[in-house]
């Protein structure tokens, strides 16, 4: 009986180790690689495979990251992207990569991927980096940031990071989906198309209206 118990308990801590795993990034390919055809009109989730007989090296490749992102917006940031859209090979893979580029003081601003972890990489420069844990607590966990220095972000949670060194600034972050999607708290919340209702803002932030009209106007 204790045996039988204790054998029970352990598969279900097994289960449990095994499912958090599974769920926590993209599924695993189940065969060497399944190269993304966009042109398929049969939709699945992530993409369907070109035929393997027609895969060449340069589906598993991209070149620029060795170029530095134009910071001459808003924010004084410049996300260039590597993920399945720019590398057909990344297809089923569960990763993928993009470089980062910060004017002097540029941010890039809160934000979230709903489908990844994120580890990012400081080549050049200081960041101020951080993240924020979910409700109740929304504690800000955050650390500033030198060259050669590495910082995760979980899945899900909203982070962000900021140039605060003299130059310019530029990291690598590596993500844990193919396509890890990128929501920007304030195009969200205060740019969708249509608008959230104003009022319905002014109660959730609880300040004016003209604030909210303000903010609505910038996104
Ligand atoms: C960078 O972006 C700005 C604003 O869009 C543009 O005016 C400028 O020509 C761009 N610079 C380069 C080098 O592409």
Excluded at 149 to 162: A, K, S, W
């Amino acid at each position: 009986m204790y045996f039988a118990m204790a054998s029970h308990f352990l598969l279900l801590g097994i289960l449990g180790i095994t499912c958090s795993v599974v769920l926590a990034s993209d599924h695993s390919p189940l065969q060497d690689f399944c190269v993304a055809d966009p042109n398929s009109p049969v939709l699945v989730n992530g993409f369907v495979c070109k035929d393997s007989k027609l895969v060449q090296a340069n589906d598993f490749f991209f070149s620029g990251l060795h170029l530095p992102g134009n910071t001459s917006n808003a924010v004084g940031s410049r996300v260039t992207p590597v993920t399945v859209a720019q590398m057909p090979g990344l297809n089923t893979l569960g990763i993928s990569i993009a470089r980062v580029d910060y004017a002097p003081w540029g941010i890039n601003p809160p934000h979230t991927h709903p489908r990844a972890s994120e580890i990012l990489t400081v080549l050049q420069g200081s960041l101020e980096v951080g993240f924020v844990t979910s409700n109740p607590e929304n504690r800000l966990i955050t650390k500033v940031l030198q060259k050669g220095d590495v910082f995760v972000f979980p899945e899900g949670l909203v982070h962000f990071q900021r140039n605060v060194g003299y130059g310019n600034a530029v990291a690598i972050a590596a993500l844990s989906s193919q396509n890890p999607g990128v929501i920007t708290i304030a195009n969200a919340v205060f740019g969708s198309k249509p608008d959230i209702s104003t009022d319905l803002l002014t109660k959730a932030f609880q300040v004016d209206k003209n604030i909210i009209y303000q903010m609505q106007s910038r996104f």
